[in-house]
């Protein structure tokens, strides 16, 4: 069983940045694949960016390619999301998510066994 607990959200003004974290308990956290996900009221739960279990590959949702970064720290058991230039249609609540797979991460949500609760993040002036 894995756990994952997310940080870093907020209210943020239009063009301005944040970074999520989401930290695992489980080790070797290595091995998992890891993604953000989000999902808007009213709206599906959709894919946001993926990165590999060694953190050799990233892949990105088009809405959010150039502005958002996936990255992992092993050593930490902690992937993050760095978000700049955010828009309004960037508000949402994050989920972090993880698979125990070596392969190229997928985008859809039942390639994911673990998630975390979410966190709010909200783009307004």
């Known amino acids: 069983q894995v756990q994952l607990v997310e940080s870093g959200g907020g209210l943020v003004q239009p063009g301005g940045s944040l970074r999520l974290s989401c930290a695992a308990s489980r080790r070797p956290f290595s091995r998992y694949a890891m993604a953000w996900f989000r999902q808007a009221p009213g709206k599906e739960r959709e894919f946001v960016a993926a990165i590999n279990w060694s953190g050799s590959s990233t892949y990105y949702a088009d809405s959010v390619k150039g502005r958002f970064t996936i990255s992992r720290d092993s050593a930490k058991n902690t992937v993050y999301l760095q978000m700049n230039s955010l828009k309004p249609e960037d508000t949402a609540v994050y989920y972090c998510?993880?698979?125990?797979?070596?392969?190229?991460?997928?985008?859809?949500?039942?390639?994911?066994?673990?998630w975390g609760q979410g966190t709010q993040v909200t783009v307004s002036s």
């Open positions: 998510a993880a698979n125990n797979f070596a392969g190229v991460p997928g985008r859809a949500t039942d390639n994911y066994d673990y």
